[in-house]
């Protein structure tokens, strides 16, 4: 049995969820330990598309059991908005769903600080943050004045809210923003509590018998490594831990029960919201495969920037995250590309680097060293296994194989479930 941890190796939106949806047909756990609902996963099945935001992906799978761990911040309007629609579209999540009573809570009043503190800061110095809250609750959390999920099994949450709030209203109106009206605020925080409260409780014991059991389990990020707080491309970052490790402490297993590593990465690269971005495409290029890929955010709808695959980044991830293998997404993207390039270093100040630097103000003078691979001008959406591919996109598979160090197991040619080819070389 397996305890698998599933990741993503760019800057996010890699296609997380349509993968943790393929691996679930074999898992009896499903875990989520990181994030908030800054990000979504969107999985499609049959003609049904479903946009989940704090709700494992395994959810759509009968049998399958899902814990939202005490590694993220909760927002517990939209958590409760999400399981009502999940339940109005038939899917069960009675037995299914269990909360930790260790995660942090997201309020209103976290997104007025969040959109407040983005505003005030000058153009060139925007985060781009989705504005959900996410940070500042991670603030909470970290100033040890955070509210979790627990605490709503107690009498006196409402009264620890209406506290908060009110120390809220005091800093977002020094900031010159409008304060928080705290009844209909209490009242919204009251009807998500009252729904949620049957889901809460200790979920470490849940999963250390799951791991003595020897479960099928699934641990599922939300975020790119690129993304992470220590790791990524700071301060362009979010607020939590990404990458394989955050799993361990995000959930309460050992991180000797983790036994595999999967990597998601796009046969290209994109990115949502501020920050350098090596090998972004400002041409027809980069307009054609975010066409084609459909490249806008599940969560906020904004475009996303459009690039060629970072060898750089993508080895960096691997290295970070002690990746076992590659789920390669979108490579059908490329299927009209007449030539395809992949960065295989970056150029800063006449020095060739092999990694990803710390400093943002380097990696924004980083200039991408390309290696050009002639396109294979075929569809590949109906393959179904390694011998339909085109011989181009077989040896662009095996490029990139070669320069990260890590073999591709499992290749995505469309967004369906059955466009998903598990190789076996």
Known sequence: ????VLIGSQWGDE????????????MDWVVRYQGGNNAGHTVEVGDQKYVLHLTPSGILREGCKCVIGNGLVVDLVGLMDELVDLVKRGVSIGNRLFISDRAHIVLQYHKE???AKEGSRDEAEKIGTTKRGIGPAYCDKADRSGLRLGDILEDDFLDRVAAQAKAKNEILVSMGAE?????PFLAEVKEAADYLRPFICDTVPLLHQAVQNDEEILFEGAQGVMLDIDFGTYPYVTSSNTGAGGAPS?????????????GIVKAYTTRVGEGP????????????????GHEFGATTGRPRR???FDGVVARYSAMVGGIDEWALMKLDVLDAVETIKVCVAYECDGERLETVPASIRKLERCKPIYEEFKGWNTPTTECTCWEDLPEQAQKYIQYLEKLT????SILSVGPKRSSTLLLDR
Do not use: Y
């Open 277 to 292: 971005f090596p090998t972004e495409l400002h041409d027809e290029m980069g307009a054609h495969i975010a066409k084609v």
């Open 1 to 4: 049995m397996s305890r698998t």
């Open 250 to 262: 995000g959930s309460g297993i050992p991180p000797n029960a983790i036994d595999r590593v999967v």
């Open 405 to 408: 160090g890590v073999k591709v």
């Open 15 to 26: 296609g997380k969820g349509k993968i943790i949806d393929v691996l679930t047909a074999k």
């Open 179 to 183: 304060p928080l009206e705290i009844e």
């Open 113 to 115: 600080l969040d959109g």
């Open 306 to 308: 459009c690039g060629w």
